[in-house]
């Protein structure tokens, strides 16, 4: 009796979605260290981003977030969700947006970049 190895790409599993989650946690990460950045380093951005008065500018770089980011896992989702993926790959690229969103968090980045903005 012969048995069938299965080798074919069906039998793979499609972790699409998963990664797609992972990459737009990164992206999402990176998308708030940006509005961090630019609220911190230009006035008319942080007046802009005020939603509420008591919370200040954070409330928008919340909302504002969390909305591209919502935008991003779904097309993210839509685009990777029947594939194989290199997952080294998505982890690296991951990693790295969230590095950017860290580094647009840290204080003294953001000083530094709000000070190329006054020159």
Known sequence: MKHKTETSTDSLLQDGVVLSTILASGIGCA??????TLSESNASVKQALTIMNS?????????????????VWVILHINMKNKQLNHQKIYKLSFFFILLGLLGTFPPFYQAVAELFTQ
């Open 55 to 71: 919370v200040g500018p954070l409330s928008g770089k919340v909302v504002f977030s969390f909305s591209l980011w919502i935008v």
């Open 31 to 36: 998308i708030f260290g940006l509005f961090v």
